[in-house]
């Protein structure tokens, strides 16, 4: 494949193209360079005398912002977290640039025309296409380029890495051996009926704990709220909504809704002039008129050969993919209706749509209603949200706000800083509850714009300090954890008793629960603990190995018995070596950054 791509990338065709595309880079890039010089944009930290603007910083914030993968609540930490992250890449592009890494502007311009992305239905590097889905990552061309350019920079030092670190054959065996080891074992779980008496607590042990382990116990700081919640979808399920609102709204999704296209394409070049061309549509427009078939005068008449056998058809398209003027007539259709003659890059078109992706209108009722509805209460939402805005900050209390403006005033439980209930716990909310606005000085909250259809006013209507309770009103839940803890540590000191007895030769009288060949990843109704111990063992060698075990149900004893070779797994195999090959790999990469972090000069500004 990549023969395939130098030997393409040779053509006249494709030179043209990549001067093109290097042409567009240049215009694109200039207002990109504009903004960069005169955008005020300042330094936020040095690498090595490197600097990094905030610039850089703010257009990787919004970019993870726009793909939604980031509340905007955390923008403040992401913030945080994209220098950290810009840091490690500029020593990466750093130490690549020094160790004489590079990538021409040829090289460059051949690896832009193979990325999938960029590419029309045929396959081909798409100009639009590439602007188009550029503009909407946030990017220039000229900005890709450069990013481009660097992530293969690093994937050229990251590779030589892994390559630079591999496993010999008997490593390889040695792991696969290990991984495919099957174990036969037996155990015994001991719990509290073992012991020769139940544990006993001293009063003075339990508050003795108590005292010990004071902060575990710490009832934290607690609010109770009122709050008045304005919900668009609300307003929207009491709206009115009559039947011709919504068969508007059915016909608006079907101008929108991917449609099933076919074609009759006629091309004009030397052999055939343009009024030729149209002369040749013409006649098909005639026929069609007279009742002809479209499929059969697509056969007939379509210079499209690849769809020309279909009847034209082209499948389903949405808007992206194929040229404005295409697009615009094929989505001014009804299904059965044909376009007049329409000019692209390729020739001219008849245009017809055959079906729409679009449901029935009563398997969309509902949707369309609260569609129509939410339309319909947007300019009552924005009313009523200016007025909580008002309103909330100027009243001392917020029933009034809540019976102003129509809206049920509402009442939570106890809740803590880090623990929200409902649209409560939703981000950002239990943050302004405890501000000092709202806690300590009794405001109602700012408006919290929850999304773009929900506004949220809070008011603490009583707090409770953190406080450490006395023990009597935590006694229940002191008695019963310092009890397993106290049981747990007596059978742990039974199973090294009978552990010493049984390496000392001497026979136990136990049920033990034996498995057999049991996998290093799983056991059936094996407590994971006493199968990690299991493997964890030595091999037996005159006798059996024993190790103890502790698990939520009690201490186990076990006895290794004997270890065999499994049946090999070549898939399982060569996924656990190609994991152990990667930890390697990212171990060197981390040990890497770790160097290059402690010998650079790195300034936070």
Known sequence: MLQSIRDRSKSWGAKIIIGAIVVTMALFGAD???GLFTGGANDVAKVNGEPITRQEVELQVQRALRSGQVPPEQERALRGQVLDELITLRLLDQY???????????????????????????GRFDRDIFRNRLASAGYTPLGFREQLRSDLRREQLQNGLVLSDFTLEGERERLAALQRQVRSFRYHLLSGDDLDAPVRLEE??????????????????????????????????????????????YERRGQDAERRVAHIMVTFNEERS?????????????????????????????????????????????????????????????????????????????????????PPFEQLRDELREEVALAEVGDEFNRLAQRLIEESFAAEDL??????????????????????????????????????????????????????????????????????????????????????RR?????????????????????????????????????ENVAPAILAEAFRLPRPDNGPRY????????????????????????????????????????????????RLRAEAKIERL
């Open 96 to 122: 690549a640039a020094d160790g004489g890494l590079h990538l021409s502007e040829e090289q460059l311009d051949r690896i832009l025309l193979t990325l999938p992305e960029f590419h029309d239905q045929d």
């Open 487 to 523: 049981e747990r540590e007596a059978l742990g000191e039974l199973a090294e008793a009978r552990l010493a007895a049984l390496r000392g030769g001497e026979s136990v009288d136990w049920a033990w629960t034996r498995v057999e060949e049991a996998s290093r990843n799983r056991a």
């Open 204 to 249: 003075a042990e339990i508050a003795a704990y108590y005292e010990a382990n004071a902060e575990r116990y710490q009832r934290p700081e607690q609010v109770r709220l009122e709050y008045v919640l304005l919900d668009r979808q609300r307003l929207a399920g009491e709206m009115e909504v009559d039947e011709e609102q919504l068969q508007a709204a």
């Open 399 to 484: 029933d009034s706000v809540a019976s102003d403006l129509g809206l049920p005033l509402r009442e939570s439980d106890w809740l803590t800083r880090d623990h929200g209930q409902g649209v409560l716990g939703e981000p950002g909310v239990m943050a302004e509850a405890f501000s000092d606005e709202v806690l300590v000085e009794g405001f109602n909250s700012e408006v919290i714009e929850l999304d773009e259809e929900r506004r949220l006013v809070v008011r603490v209507a009583e707090h409770r300090p953190a406080a450490t309770p006395a023990l009597d009103e935590m006694r229940e839940r002191v008695v019963a954890e310092l009890s397993a």
């Open 32 to 34: 990109a360079l504009i």
């Open 274 to 358: 343009r009024e030729e061309a149209e002369a040749r549509l013409e006649e098909v427009r005639d026929r069609l008129a007279d009742g002809d078939d479209f499929a059969a005068l697509a056969a007939r008449y379509s210079d499209d050969t690849s769809s020309a056998e279909q009847g034209g058809d082209l499948g389903f398209i949405s808007r992206g993919f194929f040229g404005e003027a295409f697009e615009d007539a094929a989505f001014a259709l009804a299904p059965g209706q044909v376009s007049g003659i329409v000019e692209t890059d390729n020739g001219l078109h008849l245009v017809t749509v055959t079906e729409l992706d679009l």
């Open 547 to 594: 190790g103890i075990a502790s698990t939520e149900q009690g201490v186990a004893v076990l006895a290794l018995d004997a270890v065999g070779e499994g049946e090999a797994d070549a898939q399982l195999e060569a996924l656990v070596a190609q994991m152990a090959e990667r930890v390697r790999a990212q171990s060197a990469l981390t040990g890497l950054l770790e």
